[in-house]
């Protein structure tokens, strides 16, 4: 939230912005807090019943109604709530104010990438609620359905017991994990199912009759863990830029009007229960739309191309030019080819010595 939220008001915003910080005894705007005095811990939030949530936003002036405030779990702010837009709650409560302030970042829709707005509310000790701002208000409204889906969030861990806990953690959890936190959460929930390129192989090696335990296990709940302190892993990912841009500065010198852009996780029209994510995807005029793999052998990182191929393990036959039609390798590409709906793929092999880019076509 931006420091200076305070400055860029207008005078009357102003006006009605300090007659609040005044109504709490707070000398600063509680966007001006610093970081590091805001706690996630569940425990230190006033008592906040139902019927505080209801006076404050049917008595404020805003979009709330008692019609409204009686079918509350149709209304945006609650659905805001229930679905995990409301970001983990800080609480701090400053040493001159008898309130407790509460904040969250409340995400505007499920588009992810749209900036959060930045509602605020301060609690008196009993849990009724004082005063509340929201950066999206506009005139003279003092409620909003980002400040009554906080409050909803806060009213909610109240009822389950999480305020009243000695053993902080569950809570703390809680307050933390409702919450839709990025893209890859949509990104690992659709994969939830489905045949992936990190699957496909084992999959069609595995006893259709009696398909291994383990890779039910990974197909009905992927991983979300993140892998990146995994060294092979970090090293792919950290490569895995580099290894496009040259790929992709070399392509421009040998095709007409060479155009290449993220993938994203792709499910297969005719098939749905298979997906995915190509590492990039181009096209050009010569040769129409591929999709691009690249991969950056851990054990091969200092190798040159030579040394790579000849290792019984690479992925590309001894001559320097196939790809093996048994390698794990090839079993996503050509889900990858099928996904995307082309024949051609560019595989990009990269070590710190070399960057080689193998064309394959099916026909
Ligand atoms: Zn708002
Ligand atoms: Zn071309």
Same mark, same amino acid.
């Given at each position: 939230? /931006?420091?200076?939220?305070?400055? %860029?008001?207008?005078?009357?915003?102003?006006?009605?912005?300090?007659?609040? =910080?005044?109504?709490?005894?707070?000398?600063?705007?509680?966007?001006?807090?610093?970081?590091?005095?805001? +706690?996630?811990?569940?425990?230190?939030?006033?008592?906040?019943?139902?019927?505080?949530?209801?006076?404050?936003?049917?008595?404020?002036?805003?979009?709330?109604?008692?019609?409204? @405030?009686?079918?509350?779990?149709?209304?945006?702010?609650?659905?805001?709530?229930?679905?995990?837009?409301?970001?983990?709650?800080?609480?701090?409560?400053?040493?001159?104010?008898?309130?407790?302030?509460? +904040?969250?970042?409340?995400?505007?829709?499920?588009? =992810?990438?749209?900036?959060?707005?930045?509602?605020?509310?301060?609690?008196?000790?009993?849990?009724?609620?004082?005063?509340?701002?929201?950066?999206? @208000?506009?005139?003279?409204?003092?409620?909003?359905?980002?400040?009554?889906?906080?409050?909803?969030?806060?009213?909610?861990?109240?009822?389950?017991?999480?305020?009243?806990? =000695?053993?902080?953690?569950?809570?703390?959890?809680?307050?933390?994990? $409702?919450?839709? %936190?990025?893209?890859?959460?949509?990104?690992?929930?659709?994969?939830?199912?489905?045949?992936?390129?990190?699957?496909?192989?084992?999959?069609?090696?595995?006893?259709?009759?009696?398909?291994?335990?383990?890779?039910?296990?990974?197909?009905?709940?992927?991983?979300?863990?993140?892998?990146? !302190?995994?060294?092979?892993?970090?090293?792919?990912?950290?490569?895995? %830029?580099?290894?496009? !841009?040259?790929?992709?500065?070399?392509?421009?010198?040998?095709?007409?009007?060479?155009?290449?852009?993220?993938?994203?996780?792709?499910?297969?029209?005719?098939?749905?229960?298979?997906?995915?994510?190509?590492?990039?995807?181009?096209?050009?005029?010569? !040769?129409?739309?591929?999709?691009?793999?690249?991969?950056?052998?851990?054990?091969?990182?200092?190798?040159?191309?030579?040394?790579?191929?000849?290792?019984?393990?690479?992925?590309?036959?001894?001559?320097?030019?196939?790809?093996?039609?048994?390698? %794990?390798?090839?079993?996503?590409?050509?889900?990858? @080819?099928?996904?995307?709906?082309?024949?051609?793929?560019?595989?990009?092999?990269?070590?710190?010595?070399?960057? /080689?880019? $193998?064309?394959?076509?099916?026909?």
């Amino acid at each position: 939230m /931006a420091y200076n939220y305070f400055d %860029k008001l207008d005078s009357v915003a102003q006006g009605r912005y300090s007659t609040k =910080l005044v109504l709490i005894n707070s000398d600063e705007c509680p966007y001006k807090f610093p970081a590091g005095v805001w +706690k996630n811990n569940p425990s230190c939030w006033p008592d906040l019943q139902f019927g505080d949530v209801y006076s404050y936003l049917i008595d404020s002036p805003g979009i709330f109604t008692r019609a409204s @405030m009686k079918s509350y779990k149709s209304l945006d702010a609650h659905n805001y709530f229930q679905s995990g837009w409301v970001q983990t709650v800080y609480s701090y409560k400053p040493a001159t104010s008898a309130y407790t302030i509460l +904040k969250a970042d409340v995400r505007p829709s499920q588009r =992810l990438n749209e900036e959060p707005h930045h509602p605020w509310v301060a609690l008196s000790g009993d849990g009724s609620v004082a005063v509340a701002h929201c950066n999206c @208000m506009a005139g003279l409204a003092e409620s909003c359905s980002h400040i009554a889906a906080l409050l909803f969030k806060v009213e909610a861990a109240v009822r389950l017991g999480y305020t009243t806990k =000695l053993c902080t953690e569950l809570p703390c959890k809680w307050n933390a994990d $409702f919450v839709k %936190k990025s893209s890859s959460l949509t990104w690992h929930e659709q994969r939830i199912g489905r045949i992936t390129s990190s699957v496909v192989y084992s999959v069609l090696h595995t006893d259709f009759n009696n398909p291994a335990p383990s890779l039910l296990k990974t197909l009905c709940n992927p991983s979300s863990k993140s892998l990146d !302190h995994v060294p092979a892993i970090h090293w792919g990912k950290e490569n895995e %830029k580099v290894a496009l !841009h040259q790929y992709s500065a070399t392509m421009k010198t040998q095709h007409q009007h060479f155009n290449m852009s993220s993938a994203g996780f792709l499910i297969s029209k005719e098939t749905p229960f298979i997906g995915a994510s190509a590492d990039s995807v181009a096209s050009c005029s010569c !040769h129409g739309n591929r999709v691009i793999e690249v991969k950056c052998p851990f054990s091969h990182k200092e190798s040159t191309l030579q040394e790579y191929v000849k290792d019984p393990s690479s992925c590309i036959v001894a001559n320097g030019r196939e790809v093996k039609t048994t390698h %794990k390798y090839y079993y996503q590409i050509q889900l990858h @080819m099928y996904v995307h709906d082309v024949n051609l793929c560019d595989l990009v092999i990269y070590t710190s010595k070399v960057t /080689a880019i $193998f064309l394959y076509f099916t026909q």
